[in-house]
Every structure is written in C-alpha cells, then in structure tokens.
C-alpha cells in the first residue's frame, strides 16, 4: 500500500533480463532504508526488491507487468518515481494506493503557467467509470486530483512543488503514463456488482 506521495526520484541504472521477467536497477537514496522483499512503487508500479546494497537496489518486474504499464519503456538513466510503501506510522498524505496500475493512458496536452501546469490525458471508456471532478487518480505513481473532466479527456492541476519533486515535469505529449484509479470507487463496483442481494434487485 502506497500514499501516492513521492519519496524520491531515482535513476535507472541497468535493465536486464533473466528467464522470464526483467530486473531493474534504481539509484535512489531510498535504497539506504529498504530491504530485500520490501514493496516499492517504481512510477506507480508495486514492485519487490530482490537485491539492494548502498544507493542501488534491483527490482523485478514480469512479463505481464512490463505489458500493462509503461515500464517497458524505460530507458538506462531514465528519472523515475519512487516510493516505498507505507507503514502504520505513514502519514497519509496523499491517497490510498496500490500499485496496480488500472491502464495507461496519453498525454494530450501539457499548459504551462507561472503558477502551475494543466495536463489533459486522454479518458479511455475503461476509466469512465471512476473519474469525475475532484476525484483523486495516480499518474505515475503521483497522487493527484482531477480538476476537469470532458467525455473525452481528463486534466489535473500541478503546482511547482509536485513538479520539483517529481518526474512530472519531464512529461510530453503523446507519452504514456501509467494511472491507477481511485481503489474505494473500484471497491464500490464489485460490491454493487457481485453482492447476493443487490443482484436481486437488478441494481447495476
């Protein structure tokens, strides 16, 4: 479980393959307090920790992971979102997140201001679902809320402090990014979809 709040950006080191999954190492000073088998987001992708020594630790992602998210297009030094996840003592700053990215989505159109930036991301029919204005949303890995929302797109506002201390800023148009909805809303669903007595009264 994740906040959504990004703890560092890392680096990507190497990435390889063995057998069937891929290993990825990150350069972060994360890697100073984790440990192997510890849970990270790696751009809003829960991911484990195989192996981890001084300020580079290796994770591994399988081939179904690399498919549904964009992590397959990763690049040695590439910047990336980090964080570990949270304990009993994390202050919950964000949202509750997962780590398991619902789609990926592009960017449509990035507007810059002094003040902040507005992103507009195209709103696949797949996510209609869970996103409405001031509703919160990850975007690779970062908890945000959606301030606008057409039948087609929907935009987040980012001020200069989530830019600085995340990968937000190096964004472009028609680049994929991983999302990952709201889990309450996605919790409501199944419930009003699969519980006995809400399918007798035919609520869908």
Avoid at 95 to 108: A, F, P
Wanted: one cysteine or more; glycine letters at 6%; proline letters at 2%.
């Amino acid at each position: 479980m994740f906040t959504g709040i990004v703890q560092d950006i890392g680096e990507i080191k190497k990435i390889s393959k063995n057998g069937n999954y891929f290993e990825i190492d990150l350069k972060t000073k994360l890697a100073l307090n984790a440990k192997i088998d510890d849970s990270i987001a790696v751009n809003g992708v829960c991911l484990t920790i195989t192996h981890c020594q001084d300020q580079v630790l290796t994770v591994a992602a399988i081939k179904t992971t690399l498919l549904k998210t964009n992590l397959k297009n990763l690049k040695v030094n590439q910047k990336i979102n980090l964080e570990l996840a949270l304990t009993l003592q994390t202050p919950l700053g964000g949202h509750l997140v997962s780590g398991h990215v619902s789609h990926i989505t592009k960017v449509s159109k990035v507007t810059k201001t002094n003040s902040y930036w507005l992103m507009e991301f195209m709103l696949l029919k797949e996510l209609k679902p869970y996103c409405f204005a001031e509703g919160s949303i990850t975007i690779n890995g970062v908890s945000l809320t959606i301030s606008r929302i057409t039948a087609r797109t929907f935009e987040v506002s980012i001020i200069p402090h989530s830019l600085k201390m995340t990968t937000l800023d190096k964004i472009k148009i028609g680049e994929m990014v991983n999302i990952e909805v709201d889990m309450i809303g996605k919790y409501i669903e199944n419930l009003l979809m699969n519980h006995p007595i809400i399918k007798k009264l035919h609520i869908t």
